[in-house]
């Protein structure tokens, strides 16, 4: 039985708490501390509404996560084991300096990325190591979907499949119609960025950048549909080559329909995506903010959402008979499954499911080490039962060459 923080009640917060409800043997007290507290505040309501017989018991309260001594005071007050932190990448590491001044475990679904940098990587989370080391802490980092069972997969292709794994490549598409003109799945200012920036992959040894959207190929997503995918940098790419060294090539691969292109191409072509603020009526806004403001906020594209998401990770090499293989494993999840679950669309389901069960495996001991981890370091084995358990299938394809060289 444990006390939990979740912080952050968008799309995936969301998913988290109503997962966590669901899961009341390990989950028996927690807070959502979010910014605007009446977002909490429905999810509890929907809890109590969809959940009645859950035994967890929900609080919400507001906390601004951009600053320690406010978590400070925070986790000192409510004295939780973890935090969940399902706030944005830029509250990282105020986060962590909190749980480290309070004696706290951490998780999250997103790497730290500077507010006024559009940039993305591990050192500064890694950074922390020792210093969770020293106080007994765990720190376990991109516990969601990409990354997060991303991760996972590998580990699993690892322990079962591959003597030596030397090319893989994580596929993710949403094949799914919420019929707006253009919106993102989740917070549109973390996800433009990621796509507007430029390519990156790994080969021999080094990381070859690409202008954005530059690499493409038809890919066959197993029961959903062939879609052009394009070649995007993703965070999980940094820790899998380092904790698989036997990798010689790891690309990610996203679907990204005509329409959000040429929406995407005329928002970067007039300035709408930049970071860089400007003055507009003595205000300085960033207008990428702004076009936040107007977009569609990701949780209200549950409701009429249709379709699936497949994601999964193949890996070309070597197998324990010696003989060269490949093989892939993948989940696909029903947006309209979801909404009817969670009242969540898929994206966010996908993320949340992976980080509650992070959490569990942890509160429970089964993932316990002291330090900063990324998820495929673990056991992959009690994590993919526990996504078949909690709604997210685990299937594998054998010998079918998906990712083209
Ligand atoms: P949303 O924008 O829907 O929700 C973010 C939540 O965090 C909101 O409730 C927001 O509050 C709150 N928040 C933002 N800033 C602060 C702050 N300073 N203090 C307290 N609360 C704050 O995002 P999503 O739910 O879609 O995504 C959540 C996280 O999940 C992101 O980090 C995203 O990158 C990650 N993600 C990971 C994926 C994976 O597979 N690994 C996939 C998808 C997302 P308010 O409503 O007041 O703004």
């Known amino acids: 039985m444990s006390r939990v923080i979740i912080i952050g009640a968008g799309g995936v917060g969301n998913v988290v708490a109503k997962k966590c409800a669901q899961n009341d043997q390990v989950f028996s007290e927690v807070l959502i501390a979010t910014r ?5 505040d429905r999810i509890v309501t929907q809890i109590h509404q969809h959940l009645p017989g859950s035994k967890t018991t929900f609080t919400t309260t507001s906390v601004d996560a951009d600053h320690v001594p406010a978590l400070v005071e925070l986790f000192n007050s409510f004295k939780p084991e973890l935090v969940i ?10 986060i962590m300096d909190a749980c480290l001044e309070c004696g706290v475990h951490y998780l999250d679904t997103a ?3 500077p507010l006024d940098v559009a940039k993305f990587e591990y050192s500064w989370q890694w950074a922390y190591r020792e210093r969770f080391e020293k106080a007994g802490l765990m720190a376990l980092l991109g516990c969601g979907f990409d990354p997060g069972a991303t991760g996972v997969f590998t580990a699993h292709h690892a322990k079962h499949h591959f ?3 030397h090319s893989l490549d994580i596929i993710d598409c949403n094949n799914g119609d919420h019929g707006k003109a ?20 790994y080969e021999n040894g080094e990381w070859i950048e690409t202008e954005p959207l530059a690499i493409s190929q038809d890919i066959y997503y197993p029961k959903v549909a062939t879609r052009k995918s394009f070649v995007l940098y993703h965070e999980e790419l940094e820790s899998l080559v380092l904790n698989f060294p036997t990798i010689k090539r790891a690309r990610f691969w996203m679907t990204f329909g005509e329409s959000y ?4 191409n005329v928002l970067e072509g007039v300035g709408m995506t930049s970071i860089v603020p400007i003055d507009f009526r003595g205000l300085k806004v960033a207008p990428i903010e702004f076009l936040k403001a107007v977009l569609p906020v990701p949780e209200s594209l549950a409701e009429n959402y249709t ?12 197998g324990h008979d010696g003989n060269e293989k490949v093989h892939f494993v993948y989940n696909v999840c029903d947006h309209a499954e979801t909404y009817r679950e969670v009242q969540a669309q898929g994206v966010s389901y996908t993320t949340g499911v992976p980080a509650m ?12 080490k002291a330090g900063v981890y990324n998820v495929e370091e673990f056991d992959p084995d009690p994590f993919i039962a526990a996504m078949n358990t909690w709604g997210l299938k685990v299937e594998e394809l054998a010998g079918i060459e998906l990712v083209k060289d």
């Not at 379709?307 to 070597?318: D, E, L, M």
Request: charged fraction near 15%.
């Open 36 to 40: 605007t507290v009446s977002k909490a």
């Open 85 to 94: 932190n399902v706030a944005l990448p830029y509250q990282d590491l105020t």
């Open 111 to 113: 790497n730290y990325e």
């Open 163 to 165: 003597a030596e794994i």
């Open 182 to 201: 253009f919106a993102t799945n989740f917070n549109p200012e973390i996800n433009i960025r990621e796509i507007t920036a430029k390519g990156r992959y």
């Open 261 to 264: 292109i040429k929406h995407l």
């Open 307 to 318: 379709g699936q998401t497949c994601i999964g990770v193949q890996a070309k090499g070597i």
């Open 357 to 368: 069960i992070g959490a569990a495996l942890m509160l429970t001991g089964v993932w316990k």
